[in-house]
């Protein structure tokens, strides 16, 4: 694996904060950040059904990683959060891990909402193909 | 004022302080250049005169401490009889070879977090993808935004 690309949620003032801690921290693995709003992450990943709902982290190689493992694989590309994702997906941390990135991840606008107004990257509100209907969770990533 | 007589037994017991003290550092710190060399070369594979060099580093580390400590609690009251000059003897001893093991465990703590760091970097992901794409996505280079590892 040559690279990481992060598919976050632009329309979310959490998740932009996020992805500023993400490009100014250390990484053992590049990583390329793609808010989801944007037409290339469209393009690139329009046949991820969970693009948008959840974050997604997609390989150069073609995996994709999405809700709470994807947060565990933003983690291992950080040099200094490595040994903590190992631990995190470990079985005594695993299942609360899972529910804190799943509440996170669910709760994002409202979080934001507290920390400031919303800020939009590209301007419109995000509109998935899937938006219409209610996705299910993804299934869940299994631990190595 | 009473002039000071010196103790009889304490000259004695420092030098025998003096020569376990060293020896035991001398000692142990061959001991650990010999074995800590072993876990350097694994660590710092690509570059052997790296290794080398944090290991006699870690090496003088360990024997400034060591002497330094053993210097410091060489002094005593006094010993006017044998039996309190054996005690005093042990005493410093057993204070040098604890301060010692502390040293030991520490300088083993710091091999094996060196070794888990280098370890760290090439491990794969912890979690399996839940999906594939079906080919490999051509990914154009935007350098704005990608994050380098400096």
Redesign the interface.
Known sequence: ?N?L?VVYDGACALCVRCRDF?????????????SCQSREARE??G??PWLGEELVV?????????GP?AF??AM?AL?DY??W??R??GPALAPLAERFFVAISSQRRRIASFLTKPRCEDGDVCTMPHADHELEH??????? | MEPVVPSPYLVPVYIAYAVVSVGLTIGLARVLFRSGAVFLEDVFKETPKMAGAVNQLLVVGFYLLNLGYAALIMKSDGASTAVQAAEVLAWKLGALLISLGVMHFFNMYLFFRIR?RSQ??V???????????????A?PV?AA??????
Not at chain 1, 58 to 66: C, N, P
Not at chain 2, 123 to 137: E, F, I, N
């Open positions: 694996m690279r690309t993400l490009a100014t921290s250390r990484t053992l693995v590049p990583i390329e950040l793609l690139r990943y046949n991820v997609v390989s150069d190689e073609g995996d994709v990683w999405i493992a565990l694989v291992w040099a490595r040994e994702s190992y995190l997906s993804a299934p869940r990533g299994t631990y190595r | 888990r760290l970097a491990l794969p992901p912890p979690v399996a993808p839940q999906m594939r794409l079906p080919m490999p996505v990914m935007h935004q990608i994050a380098h590892a400096p």
